[in-house]
């Protein structure tokens, strides 16, 4: 890593956590996570979700396709499981490549979630051959009980149902995606070599508040929710601490204007177009810049058990306004738009120019 105050360069980074979606979306979005991240892990939740290899490969063919020319970037598939999904399908595709992760949704936790897993114990054949071939276990930690508050959602994740888990299925790779409090920090650090987070740029730049600044804020709405300040602090702390349990996944999940825009505005930040220079400013922020490369680009591979990535890239301290919205052309040639997140705010972190 080449290293100044005005200029850092980092082996390419990779995004080990990242909704694309499908169709016309996907072929707006995937640009800003290809230029910059050289692999990510693709989130399963279309509609209908990924649960059979056929789905993941032909997922996988129009993400290849909608990657832009000239561009090394490689999509990492993941199954969606559900209760009645067949272990059979999920030792295949590890088996023929397919699969590189399966993704846990408690069932209606989040966005094209209602397929998702009812009781963790209906899996446990399922888990039984993850944990005997090697294939990782990505989880979205929130229960969905209503009688639990929505910020308390994560932490009861923890103590009710991960700890048992990890105790039945002790030698099973875990990721514990886009933690948002200090009980998640502090479990995930103290927990054993199988488990590590990955941490959004958005939870470490706003907390709870934001959605209610001025009036109901959806464009802030994302789930997990952010927390209090508290819990921002404490995953500022988490990210730039050099902990290898700890590593960058943006959780980058667009939607299109009329669906935040409403009474009922879906869950997801869009952050996929900003999302280095995001991250830069907090480690900059927080004085350790230095710390960014291993947190961005060698602790996901070393976790994974993946290559380094062999290619770099710059960033300098140039500021830049970040454009409100991404458009989105559709099949019949209309516009809609997404935001970007810190839209018309000023960051000082640009990637360089060729």
């Not at 990779?14 to 072929?27: A, K, P, V």
């Not at 993850?130 to 990505?138: D, S, T």
């Not at 009980?183 to 934001?210: D, G, K, M, W, Y």
């Amino acid at each position: 890593m080449d290293f100044s105050n005005e200029k850092i360069t980092l082996v390419q980074p990779d995004d080990w956590h990242l909704h694309l979606r499908d169709g016309h979306i996907l072929n707006a979005v995937l640009a800003s996570t290809a230029r910059v991240f050289r692999r990510a892990i693709i989130m399963p939740n279309l509609l209908p979700p990924v649960t059979t290899v056929e789905a993941a490969i032909k997922y996988r063919r129009r993400i290849l396709a909608a990657i832009p020319e000239g561009i090394s970037f490689t999509p990492l598939m993941t199954i969606y499981l559900t209760d009645d999904l067949s272990p059979d399908v999920i030792e295949l595709g590890h088996k023929e490549g397919v699969f590189f992760g399966a993704k846990l949704y408690p069932a209606n936790s989040t966005t094209n979630s209602a397929d998702g897993v009812t009781d963790l114990q209906a899996i446990t054949p399922l888990l039984e051959t993850m944990e005997r071939i090697g294939l990782p276990l990505l989880i979205h930690g929130e229960v969905t009980d209503p009688d639990v508050d929505i910020f308390d959602r994560e932490a009861i994740f923890i103590e009710q149902k991960l700890i048992p888990l990890l105790s039945r299925h002790s030698s099973l790779k875990v990721v514990l995606e886009h933690i948002t409090t200090e009980q998640a920090v502090q479990f995930v650090e103290t927990c054993s070599s199988n488990l590590a987070a990955t941490i959004t740029p958005h939870h470490l730049h706003f907390n709870r508040n934001a959605m209610f600044d001025g009036g109901l804020r959806s464009d802030f709405y994302c789930l997990p929710v952010a927390k209090r300040e508290r819990h921002r602090i404490a995953l500022r702390k988490a990210a730039t601490s050099g902990k290898s349990c700890f590593f960058l996944g943006t959780d980058s999940a667009p939607h299109l204007r009329s669906y935040k825009e409403s009474s009922c505005g879906c869950a997801g930040i869009f952050n996929a177009s900003v999302a280095l220079e995001s991250y830069a400013e907090v480690f900059d922020e927080e004085g350790v810049l230095d710390r960014l490369e291993a947190f961005s680009s060698i602790f996901g591979p070393d976790f994974y058990g993946l290559p380094i990535n062999k290619n770099s890239i710059t960033l300098e301290k140039r500021p830049r306004v970040v454009p409100d919205f991404l458009e989105v052309r559709k099949a019949d040639n209309s516009v809609e738009k997404i935001l970007q997140f810190h839209a018309g705010e000023t960051l000082n972190w640009s990637i360089a120019s060729n």
